[in-house]
């Protein structure tokens, strides 16, 4: 899993999470309304880090918002992606811990031809 660098924030006082991550709002601010933080440093106003770039460009995307005098809120984002390893693709989609009640995790496995999905 991705661990929030946090450790600046913690020194300069800013509010972090008990697990880590410099606690934002909707708009990306911190405790300190003149500091805002983005990307895998950032616990989300709804309590995740997220280890992905697309959540990071999102929040990015509401910051630039808000500097310039708009109103904008992140308030999560899809945590789908989609991986090219050694010319094996590899994706991921819906509730990636199965955490949700009737979660099923589906699987196949050709050995012989070496496919895993």
């Given at each position: 899993?991705?661990r929030p660098r946090d450790q600046l924030a913690r020194e300069c006082g800013l509010a972090v999470g008990e697990r880590g991550g410099i606690v934002v709002d909707t708009e990306?601010?911190?405790?300190?309304?003149?500091?805002?933080?983005?990307?895998?440093?950032?616990?989300?106003?709804?309590?995740?880090?997220?280890?992905?770039?697309?959540?990071?460009?999102?929040?990015?995307?509401?910051?630039?918002?808000?500097?310039?005098?708009?109103?904008?809120?992140?308030?999560?984002?899809?945590?789908?992606?989609?991986?090219?390893?050694?010319?094996?693709?590899?994706?991921?989609?819906?509730?990636?811990?199965?955490?949700?009640?009737?979660?099923?995790?589906?699987?196949?496995?050709?050995?012989?031809?070496?496919?895993?999905?």
């Open positions: 899993g991705v990306c601010r911190t405790s300190d309304p003149a500091v805002f933080a983005i990307g895998e440093c950032a616990l989300a106003s709804d309590g995740r880090v997220y280890g992905l770039v697309a959540p990071g460009y999102e929040m990015a995307e509401t910051v630039a918002e808000v500097l310039g005098g708009g109103r904008a809120g992140f308030t999560g984002a899809d945590m789908s992606t989609k991986l090219k390893l050694l010319g094996v693709d590899v994706a991921s989609f819906g509730d990636a811990h199965g955490t949700a009640e009737g979660a099923l995790d589906v699987v196949y496995a050709d050995s012989r031809s070496g496919v895993y999905k």
